[in-house]
């Protein structure tokens, strides 16, 4: 029996976490929509936060509880209450995108590959959430939109993760028009890697985790940190940078264990050193 570790912030908390095989489920538990509010936002931040140093999670998975809304962004009415503040909500809306960015930048930046599950609408930040993400799958019934423009607000942070996953033309298409596409024009576009049917969505991500599961959990850390940081680089830098990282990684224990197991003709036994 595989172990299950189960992790409630609260009886109805916003997120919901799981923890069997090495693979650490992240469910945005906030029906209808799964907003991002203040507190959706910091309890996410707290899983991946903890997750960085457990070496028992080994690849994350952000799904929803639900199959009509993945994310549907920001909570707009928690934002739209501030403005009876004395500063027009000012502060409120600078710490809101401060956290969001935060978030962002730190699933880029994470140790571990984090994987989007996608099932139903995902909108502003919710369609920003799954363009962080190292890897998303979609189902066929998923939707995804940067509708701000919509409501008179320029989806300007989503943006970011957008221009650096999908063509900027597709990104601007997105972000100028408001319209939502579906999920084969967003695996066109370079949204998602997957879009298949709803009922094997969560099976297939599973099968996903779990093959990524099975690698050096080093050579993922060193892989993943390595393939972010050469994309902001010149050419000549990034091959300077990568060939260093090669170097290192060789040096690993596990690259010795993985290559000696491949002569060997046998299954590698990682230790993550």
Known sequence: MAEVVAIKRAPEGPVVSTLENGILRITLARPPANTLSIAAMESLQAELDRARDDSAVRVIV???ASD?????????????ARRTDAD???AFFEETFAICSRLMQSIVRHP????AEVDGIATAAGCQLVASCDLAIASDQATFGVNGINVGLFCTTPGVALVRGLKPKHAMEMLLTGEMVDASTAKDFGLVNRV???EYLTQIVTKYAQTIASKSPLTLKIGKEAFYAQAEMGLTEAYEYASRVMVENMLARDAEEGIDAFIGKR?????GE
């Open 112 to 115: 571990k590959p984090v994987v």
């Open 88 to 90: 027009k909500g000012k």
């Open 267 to 271: 299954d590698p036994k990682w230790t």
């Open 68 to 80: 009509k809304v993945f994310c549907a962004g920001h909570d707009l009415k928690e934002m739209n």
């Open 196 to 198: 298949v049917p709803r």
């Open 62 to 64: 952000l799904a929803a």
